[in-house]
């Protein structure tokens, strides 16, 4: 039986001493801390299994102190007992995340059983995450796949990156492209792979909170800081920072992250000595970074540096080559995943992804090839299942077909006195109702929509009860024949 380590955090010592003699003779290990102060200080030195925290501490709230330690650990299990036991703070415990709630003075075997409960659950949870789900197996990142001379490119100059230790790259790219997995894939590649590779997105972190995410900080280096925490770059030594959509990184920002290219070193907030920066950077945008800094949006030095060595990824509408080499790796990747046995995609499917401009990109084929697979009973993917990817683009052919697969654009002349669009939204759905007696799965279909997306356009236009049930088929005929009256 392993042994448990539990902290108790109260400034009653006779309480203290009662709890912890009780519970020691389980066999588990008790410290004791009088403060907030010294429950930081053994979380550092202790390492505790489980926290027991009084709701009044003489430095802190203990729903404070609670809220810090979850911060510092989030897997950390606590308990909150109170002799000021009541309704209002029970909710407000248990709202904020409290594993349990115990009133003083305690019963023992009621702390017994809630440590044993919360320890147990901590078990099942360790064994389920070291467990293989049977119906659905862990999903892995997915990988480059592509065998057209773009691609076969590209995959050699991540070699070179990875092989001469290149300490600064750029990945450019239209979102959905794979700068993501290009990343990856030049840090497993490279001597570096056995270190960490730590991901930062530019576009999600506040301005005010990113210096700390990247450099860390000394402890009282603001209001807040209450013990020392490291920051991306010294997390990562060895290995890799990927700097994900750098072009949304501030101004203020960008001018520290170039002392660190240049210098390899930084400080921590708040700290005087400098720590050097033994990482490489791979920084990636979607966004035009000569056109940026021409808007004064990015810096200039910025770039120079980071354009040591620039990697450009090409859209999938310039490497349609690559499609169906894609699609069967992400087959094979789903079937694993999900547990079919899905063996490929029909001729006439792969023909309409081909002729279709991905503006999503791999992002996009990926998801098409799964929302078929959900949707797809046989052994292979048939064009039904690719609804939005089969509508190619083809100007000069007139919308005179009604099934979504082989749909056109709708080549419109606009009147010289032009049209109210909402109009001519409501009027197509009109016909495509009445078209098939009301039906909203295959007028959907007929439109190119999603079934809650007809729905709530049906409310939008006060279309709810169109057509009226016996003037259903009189109206689908009237609709098809001024459909043929047009040509």
């Known amino acids: 039986m392993s042994t448990n ?3 108790i955090v109260d400034s009653d010592n006779v309480f203290c001493y009662s709890l912890a003699k009780m519970l020691s ?15 930081f200080l053994k979380l550092e030195t202790f390492n505790p299994d489980l926290a027991i925290l009084d709701a009044n501490l003489p430095d802190i ?60 659950k901590k078990r099942i949870k360790s064994n389920v995450s070291n467990c293989k789900p049977r119906l ?57 792979c056995s270190a960490p590779m730590i991901e930062v997105n530019c576009a999600s972190i506040p301005e005010n909170l990113m210096e700390n995410e990247l450099f860390g900080h000394e402890k009282g280096a603001y209001t807040d800081a209450g013990s020392r925490e490291i920051g991306v770059f010294e997390q990562a030594e060895g290995g890799t920072v990927f700097l994900d959509e750098i072009g949304d990184m501030p101004l203020n920002m960008q001018a520290k992250v170039l002392k660190v290219i240049e210098n390899r070193k930084f400080r921590r907030l708040g700290g005087s000595k400098e720590i050097e920066a033994n990482i490489r950077i791979i920084a990636a945008t979607n966004q035009d970074l000569a056109k940026m800094v021409k808007d004064k949006t990015f810096r200039r030095d910025l770039l120079y540096r980071l354009n040591m060595m620039t990697i450009v990824l090409k859209p999938l509408r310039d490497r349609k080559r690559c499609i169906p080499s894609m699609v069967e790796y992400f087959i094979d990747r789903l079937n694993n995943e999900y547990g079919r046995s899905v063996d490929g995609i029909a001729k006439e499917a792969v023909s309409a992804l081909m002729d279709y401009d991905w ?62 669009i909402e109009e001519v939204e409501k009027e197509y759905i009109k016909q495509a109702l009445a078209r098939y007696d009301g039906n909203q799965t295959k007028a959907a279909k007929c439109l190119g929509l999603t079934l809650d997306t007809l729905r709530y356009r049906r409310k939008k236009f006060e279309l709810e009860n169109y057509p009226p049930p016996h003037e259903q088929r009189v109206l689908a005929s009237i609709t098809e024949h001024r459909r043929y009256a047009q040509f």
């Open 136 to 192: 659905r197996k862990k999903h892995l990142p997915d990988q480059l796949v592509g065998n057209c001379p773009s691609m076969v490119d590209l995959f050699k100059t991540m070699n070179n990156c990875a092989q001469q230790d290149c300490k600064t790259i750029l990945l450019l790219g239209e979102s959905g492209t794979g700068k993501e997995l290009v990343a990856h894939g030049i840090h497993d590649i490279s001597a570096r």
């Open 359 to 420: 503006p999503g990109n791999v992002r996009e084929l990926r998801n098409a090839v799964e929302r078929a697979m959900m949707l797809e009973q046989g052994k292979l993917l048939s064009i039904d299942h690719f609804c939005q990817e089969t509508r190619a683009s083809n100007n000069n052919s007139p919308a005179t077909v009604t099934n979504c697969t082989v749909a056109k654009k709708v080549a419109v002349d606009l009147p010289v006195n032009g049209l109210i």
């Open 61 to 120: 709230d203990g729903l404070q102190l609670f809220t810090q330690l979850k911060i510092i650990d989030n897997r950390l299990p606590i308990i909150l007992m109170s002799s000021d036991f009541h309704s209002d703070l029970a909710f407000k415990a248990f709202n904020l995340g409290v594993d349990d709630y115990i009133g003083k003075p305690f019963i023992y075997e009621l702390v017994e059983q809630s440590i044993k409960k919360i320890f147990a």
């Open 5 to 7: 380590k539990i902290l």
């Open 25 to 39: 003779t389980s066999g588990d290990v008790i410290e004791i801390a009088e403060t907030a102060a010294e429950a």
